[in-house]
């Protein structure tokens, strides 16, 4: 089993609609959890951070977590084409390493 | 502006050639770290450091090596001994080892093998 584990997609979502992005993980002692977006050729850029149960809110960003389930979850409103990019999840588990999945590859179309 | 500058951008090794390619940061950052990622993958970590003079193995060490004689600064090598270094290495700090804070990337280098 992956420690971080990720839907590779693509994910197509029109524009407006909300695109959800998923991701679980196995360190059920993981403390902290961040998403972060990373456009092609570019390095990844820190999105959301969130380190304890329920859901977090930054704009038409919300992160969601469930410890017991050892999920998280990113919800995209209004998704725009500039959204298009590959979404990675990141855990830092129980020895202080951060842990990232492989990436969601989200693609809204017109 | 503080940040983490890494270079060069792009990097071109022969083979039976060591390249070094430079990760600074002026954030006051105690931990570096840097990372490599191949195509349609995650990012796996090579080397860590949590604070000058000190640095520990990640995952994939093994062809590399670090130094850290001071804090802005955490250059990594790729060595001969690394038989497949073409990749997008990635360096990134934080203000202190284990303290559960996002850790911030620079720009990046891409390493290929000519």
């Known amino acids: 089993q992956k420690e971080v584990e990720q839907n590779s997609g693509p994910l197509s979502v029109p524009e407006g609609a909300i695109a959800s992005l998923n991701c679980t993980y196995s360190d059920r002692g993981s403390q902290s959890f961040f998403w972060y977006r990373q456009y092609s050729g570019k390095s990844p850029e820190l999105i959301m951070s969130?380190?304890?149960?329920g859901d977090k809110e930054d704009g038409r960003f919300t992160a969601q977590l469930n410890k017991a389930s050892q999920y998280v979850s990113l919800l995209i409103r209004d998704s725009q084409p500039s959204d298009s990019a590959t979404y990675l999840c990141?855990?830092?588990?129980?020895?202080?390493?951060?842990?990232f999945g492989t990436g969601t590859r989200l693609q809204v179309t017109l | 502006d503080g940040g983490i500058t890494q270079s060069p951008k792009y990097l071109f090794r022969k083979e039976g050639q060591n390249v070094t390619l430079s990760c600074e940061q002026n954030l006051n950052h105690d931990a570096m770290y840097w990372y490599r990622q191949d195509p349609g993958q995650g990012l796996r970590l090579i080397y860590y450091s949590q604070i000058v003079n000190d640095f520990q193995k990640g995952d994939i060490a093994e062809g590399y090596s670090v130094s850290r004689e001071k804090k802005e600064s955490f250059p990594l090598t790729v060595t001969s001994a690394q038989k497949n270094p073409t990749a997008f290495y990635l360096c990134?700090?934080?203000?202190?080892?284990?303290?559960?804070?996002?850790?911030?990337f620079g720009d990046g280098t891409r390493l290929s093998i000519l």
């Open positions: 990134a700090s934080t203000d202190r080892w284990g303290d559960n804070q996002p850790q911030h």
């Open positions: 969130i380190y304890s149960n």
């Open positions: 990141a855990v830092t588990g129980t020895a202080s390493k951060l842990t």
